[in-house]
Structures are given as C-alpha cells and as structure tokens.
C-alpha cells in the first residue's frame, strides 16, 4: 500500500483525493500555483510545495517542479486528478521511468485512446460499434466530399486530437463542408497544435451517455452503469445523471458486457469512461474512453455506493478488485449540477470574490467544492466552483432536491450557473427525461423553439 | 461598517490618486488603506481592542524604517523546485558567503532537479547579505535564496 501520494491538481478534484487519502490513512503533498498559495488542498495536505507562478503551463503542468517535488518529498505515487496531466502519455512515462506510480492506466493505454480516431477504429476492431465515418484523419477536400457523400448529411468534423468540444463543427451540405473543415483544422491546429480532423455521421437528437469501468491489474474488469450526461453547452457537460432514463437493466447489463470485454482485450487498468452517442432508437456508438476520472464520478459513487477515487488508488498499489460484477446493485436517481464562475447567458467566465457563500444540506446532498466565502476564483483555471450532487429514490425526487438545494445555494460576488440549472430542472422537456446533446442550445435560442421543445 | 460602505471607501481611494493614505476610526473599527505601487490598494483593519494591546503600531516611524531596508534589498528566488547546495560538490568551498561582492551572472549556488545541477546565477550585481537557506534543503518554486544589497 502507498505511503504517501502527491496530487497533481487542484480545486475541488484535490480535495476529493485528500478526502480518499486521508480516509486510506495515506499522507498527501499538495502542490500548488503562486495563485492558490491560501486554496483548500493546500491546507488540508500534509505537505504543500509551490511549483510555479500563476499560469497552469508554468505550474500544474510543469512536469520538472512536479517530478521534483515527488521526489523531494518522497512519495509512492501521484494521483492526476481529472485535467492537466491526467490524460499526459508523456508525464506517466516520466513517472515509470522515475519509478512512482502514475494512478491511472498505462502511458501505452494513455497515448491509444488519446489518438481519437486510432481509438475508434481499435474499439471497433475488437467489438464495440462505432458511428460510420472516415477512419483516418482527412487530408483534402475530395476525400471529404467522398466521406460525406458516403455516410450522408449531417456530418460533423472532429479534432484528431480533439476534446472540450474545440475543433467540431456540423455540416449539413458539401459548401457548407468544405467551409467547417477549414475553420476546424484551424481550430484544432491552434488548440491541439495538430490540424488533422476526421469525419463521422452527425445524429441530429443524441444523447450523451458514458459507462464508468473500473480494471485492476490482475486481468479483472467490472462496469458501474452509465451516466447521462447530455445536458451540455458547446459539447461541455452542465448536468449529469444516473441512471439514464432510456436505460434498462437488460440494455446496461448488454452494454455494460461488451464494455468489459473490449476493456480486458485492451489490457486497459485503473478506472476509466467510455463515451457513447445513442440514437433515437437506443442504439450505442462508441465516442472515445477518458483514460481517468471525471468530473461527474459522484454520480456513480451515489447510485452504487462505490468509492471510486479510493478505489482507483487501491488498484494502483495492485489489489484486486475490491467488488464483483455481480454485486453492484444500481439504488435510486442521482443528478449533479455544475455550478460554474460563468455568466448563465453568455457563458463567458466570472473570476472574481465570493462574498458570500452557503452550501446545502440535508437528506440526499453532496456539495464537493474548495470554495468558500471569501474565497477569490482567480481567472488562470477553469471556472468549475462546486459540485452539487443529490441522489433521490426516484429521478422526480431527485430533480425536487436538487431545486431545492439551488434555491438555498448562496453565492453572491461571481456569477454562476445557479439561475441556469433551476431553468433546466422547471423545464417540462427536462422534467420528462426528453433530453439530448443539443436541448440546451435549443432552450437558449428565442422562445419558438422552447414552447415547440416543450 | 458593512461590506458595501468597505467597497466605496476602497473605490474613492483607488481612483483618486492623490490620497496616498487614508485612516479611518469608527464605532470600534478602525480601517487604514494604503496605495502600494502596484496600484491596488492594500486593506489592513483591526479592532480597537488589539490595537490597544500593542500601541506601537500606530507609531509612523519605525514600519516606514523597515520598508526602507526591505526596499534596499533584492532577493534571489528559486526558479524551480529542487534541493539547494551551496557548492559545486560537498568538498568544494561555497559558491558565495555572507559579505561576498557579486557580479551580474555571478553563480550563487546549485538547485538539484530530476538528477540535474543548476546553476543560479545573480540577477543583480551587490553584497550578499544573507544565505536564506540551510545547504542540502529542498526549495519550492519562488522560495527566497540570497538577500543581495545591489551596488
């Protein structure tokens, strides 16, 4: 068992691991930007070292300080969190090759499903089907048209080395085409430093639903059931849930079976998340596998009463899989919102000091944040602030709670999300469980098309 | 004095820069804002009671004396995060010691990082005032290392 393990993160992600440690009776070391020298994980971690100035690229994704600092203080291990180096292929070869134990897969596993097209075509080769499209990347504009015209309209052209929604772009014609693949491959050259795209059918009323599996490294793999995660703005996720309401126990227990099995032919360990698009007639095409733990977790922690980041740390220091497949029993509705430093509307990001700050409670409430009154969101991160996650015996309850722990979350001094999510839970679409990847968009566009959505 | 009262003394401050300092004391609270040089006003309030206790603070002279001989000073900090050793090896003398005079580029000391020696060199040429740091301790991103007097 570890010692002692270093987190490699901040905000409420590293508070979430210091929880796990703590419970492990693990050591932490905090690391930490010139920004955060008074944030939460600093305090509550046994040791806290400054790695770098404000700038993310200069501290929490400086793998020298990082490396050092492991080795300064001398840990077993070190826990990614979700973001920054979580999905670095590079930064867990550095940590092989330092001998401390990166908490998640290998950088073998790390590097396959980070190459997005490599990963569809892998995943489809040993079972899992994907949405028709180009199996490459595409280079010219005939070789476009060709993929297009071969799958039909509408297409949508994706980042090779894409994520957080940047370098996507729909197209329902040839000129309009040849225009998104332009703006794409401009996109994706300017935030992945890799222009190559690649195109796949477009399905115009998807929902988002992903499969949290869990692999230790003895050759045991298990599922944990989907997470909905289809309330999305600009293909980032607002509000997550299980289990789905198009969901039986007779499609997961399908689904989840060949999950598993893919996973164990890939060798795959540690946690990890397939992502699946679904069609109207709950048909699943394989997305892409987040090689770490995501935001949205507690949600799965809430409907199986599973640990998952303590989980995920007894896996790397080579226990077997504390559960079987068939004891994990799905009970009740969970639903998480994310409460973000954002304008509602515009969605533009609201750094700022919270001036005052109170969290629900009650029955059925999880609030994981490292915010607090006082606290200043500085503008160098991402704008996640809190997490409220509630779980309910029905999806109704569920909704009703987290209504209610809104409307009694206090947050003045940055604008959030708040004023947002109560307008999705008291939509009757949303309330109907009639949700797809595009509903926000929608609800946000002029009334027409909300009173037709309705 | 409520938050929003707090906010609109800071703004009057803040945007009249002919007020270098302002003092307040009222029903128990007493507030003392000061312009820094990077524009931002810094806030300090105590309550009457502590400032009872150590009357020595409201005297002007002495904290205006110490800002004088920080202000002397020029720290060294770490550029990264590693171990600090003041020689090129444990046999070698120093690099530099107390009442040293040192050039611009002069190397001050070494920071181990992944099995790497770095070599700190001086920003500033002066006298070395103080090594703030024991040879063989671990350093963190932005720790202080020498208090130079710049010549």
């Excluded at chain 1, 332009?182 to 796949?200: L, N, R, V």
């Excluded at chain 2, 003041?86 to 611009?104: H, L, Q, R």
Aim: proline content about 5%; overall charge negative.
């Amino acid at each position: 068992m570890f010692r002692k393990i270093l987190v490699a993160n901040r905000g409420e992600i590293a508070l979430r691991i210091i929880y796990a440690c703590k419970e492990l009776g693990i050591k932490t070391v905090a690391v930490f930007s010139e920004a955060d020298r008074h944030a939460l994980h600093v305090r509550f971690a046994d040791e806290a070292i400054c790695i770098g100035p404000s700038k993310s690229s200069d501290s929490y994704l400086n793998i020298p300080n990082i490396i050092s600092t492991a080795e300064l203080s001398n840990v077993d291990a070190i826990h990614p969190g979700y973001g920054f180096l979580s999905e670095s292929a590079y930064f867990a070869e550095v940590c092989e090759a330092s001998r401390i134990k990166f908490i998640g897969p290998s950088s073998e596993a790390i590097r396959l499903m980070g190459d997005k097209a490599r990963a569809r075509s892998e995943m489809n080769r040993i079972g899992l089907p994907v949405l028709p499209g180009s199996a490459d990347s595409i280079h010219t504009d005939k070789e476009a048209i060709a993929t297009a015209e071969a799958i039909g309209y509408p297409v949508i052209i994706k980042a090779v080395a894409g994520g957080g929604g940047r370098g996507m772009r729909v197209a329902h014609s040839r000129n309009e085409l040849l225009s998104s693949l332009k703006t794409a491959q401009a996109e994706a050259a300017s935030a992945f430093g890799a222009p190559q795209c690649y195109i796949e059918k477009f399905i115009e009323r998807a929902r988002h639903i992903e499969i949290q599996v869990m692999a230790d490294e003895h050759g045991n793999a298990i599922h944990l059931g989907e997470r909905e995660c289809s309330i999305q703005r600009r293909h980032q996720k607002l509000i997550e849930e299980a289990p789905s309401v198009i969901m039986t126990p007779e499609l997961r227990a399908e689904v989840g079976c060949r999950v598993v099995q893919a996973i164990k032919k890939t060798g795959y360990t540690n946690v990890g998340t397939l992502e699946f698009l679904v069609d109207e007639k709950r048909q699943f095409y394989f997305m892409e596998m987040n090689t770490r733990i995501q935001v949205e977790h507690p949600v799965t922690e809430l409907v199986t009463g599973i640990d998952l980041i303590r989980d995920q740390i007894l896996i790397a220091a080579g226990d077997r899989l504390p559960h079987r497949q068939e004891d994990i029993q799905f009970r009740g509705h969970a639903l998480e919102c994310r409460i973000n430093a954002e304008d509602p509307v515009t969605h533009r990001p609201s750094p700022g000091k919270i001036t005052s700050w109170y969290s629900p409670g009650g029955p059925g409430v999880r609030v994981d944040t490292a915010a607090h009154a006082e606290y200043v969101v500085p503008p160098h991160y991402d704008s996640l602030i809190a997490k409220l996650i509630v779980h309910g015996s029905t999806r109704d309850e569920a909704i009703r709670r987290m209504d209610r722990a809104l409307e009694m979350f206090v947050l003045e001094g940055v604008k959030c999300t708040i004023p947002l999510h109560r307008q999705i839970l008291h939509n009757p679409a949303f309330r109907k469980g009639n949700i797809y990847t595009k509903f926000l968009e929608h609800l946000q566009e002029p009334r027409v098309r909300a009173v037709e959505m309705a | 004095m409520n938050l929003k009262e707090l906010k609109e003394i800071i703004d009057i401050v803040t945007s009249n820069e002919s007020i270098e300092e302002l003092e307040i004391e009222k029903s128990g609270v007493r507030l003392r804002i000061r312009r820094s040089s990077n524009h931002v006003g810094s806030v300090s309030t105590a309550s009457v009671a502590s400032i009872a206790a150590s009357p020595t603070i409201t005297s002007a002279p002495a904290p205006s004396k110490v800002l004088a001989e920080t202000e002397e000073l020029f720290y060294i900090k770490s550029p990264i995060v590693g171990t600090f050793y003041t020689a090129p090896n444990p046999d070698s003398e120093p690099f530099v010691s107390v009442g040293d005079m040192v050039e611009k580029g002069s190397v001050l000391c070494i920071i181990e990082a992944m099995k790497l020696m770095n070599e700190i060199e001086s920003e500033v040429a002066g006298e070395i005032v103080s090594v703030l740091v024991e040879n063989g301790q671990p350093v963190e991103y932005g720790e202080r290392l020498f208090a130079i007097r710049p010549r």
